[in-house]
């Protein structure tokens, strides 16, 4: 059974500061997605990691995978008050099954 | 404009009352799904469809049912809704296979007393 596991599961810093998000998986994974939730919203498609050692960056946030220890890591560079919502990791099941299974999510605060 | 779309965004209903909450895309997409959003236990899968006439049942299927006639509909189908239902509901579709990532709904929810 695919387990995805972030941390932290809350995380509260200051603007300008730095910091990153862990995403954990247990089994075989060659597809990996971050996405961002504002409370009451949808979610929304962040990145889209397919390959070992992928690495993309949008504005403050960037994105690695690293399929051999099986984790994947969110960064954050000098945060500003926007960013703060719910970051979720999800992978798919391998081989074709096509099942996303999420992790618990982490809640990002951002204090001025 | 590529999209998912969920009717309705809000529902308040009772016990026992069938409802159906619709979702559409209009991506050509192959595979749809549904999942259920409840605080402390994250987003769960109820089922999901990899094409026309083909469902399965994911991690929390009991007390819902779904089809898929059409390739651009997956409607979620609640016989005899029961508070524990009451949840925010995501309807999510995706090319097969998902190297393009999946595309969510804007979410229903679901109140049932």
């Known amino acids: 059974e695919l387990k995805v596991e972030q941390n932290p599961l809350f995380l509260s810093m200051q603007e300008g500061k730095n910091y990153t998000i862990y995403c954990n998986y247990s089994?075989?994974?060659?597809?990996l997605y971050w996405y961002r939730q504002d409370p009451g919203k949808s979610l929304e498609s962040l990145f889209v990691l397919l390959s070992n050692g992928a690495v993309k960056q949008e504005g403050r946030l960037m994105a690695s995978l690293d399929t051999k220890a099986r984790l994947s890591t969110l960064h954050i560079t000098a945060a500003v008050h926007d960013l703060s919502a719910t970051y979720f990791c999800?992978?798919?099941?391998?081989?074709?099954?096509?099942?996303?299974?999420f992790g618990q999510g982490t809640r990002l605060t951002i204090n001025p | 404009e590529a999209q998912v779309t969920q009717n309705p965004r809000y529902l308040i209903t009772v016990t026992g009352k069938k409802l159906t909450v619709t979702c559409s895309q209009n991506m050509n997409h192959e595979y749809m799904s549904w999942y259920r959003q409840d605080p402390g236990l994250g987003l769960r899968q109820i089922y999901y469809?990899?094409?026309?006439?083909?469902?399965d049942k994911g991690d929390v299927p009991e007390g819902y049912k779904v089809s898929r006639k059409e390739k651009r509909n997956f409607p979620l189908i609640l016989e005899s809704p029961s508070p524990n239902q009451t949840s925010l509901y995501f309807c999510?579709?995706?090319?097969?296979?998902?190297?393009?990532?999946?595309?969510f709904g804007s979410g229903t929810r679901l109140t049932v007393v």
């Open positions: 999800a992978v798919d099941l391998p081989q074709g099954a096509q099942k996303l299974v």
């Open positions: 999510a579709s995706s090319l097969f296979p998902s190297n393009y990532g999946y595309t």
């Open positions: 469809s990899m094409n026309v006439e083909v469902t």
């Open positions: 089994t075989t994974s060659d597809r």
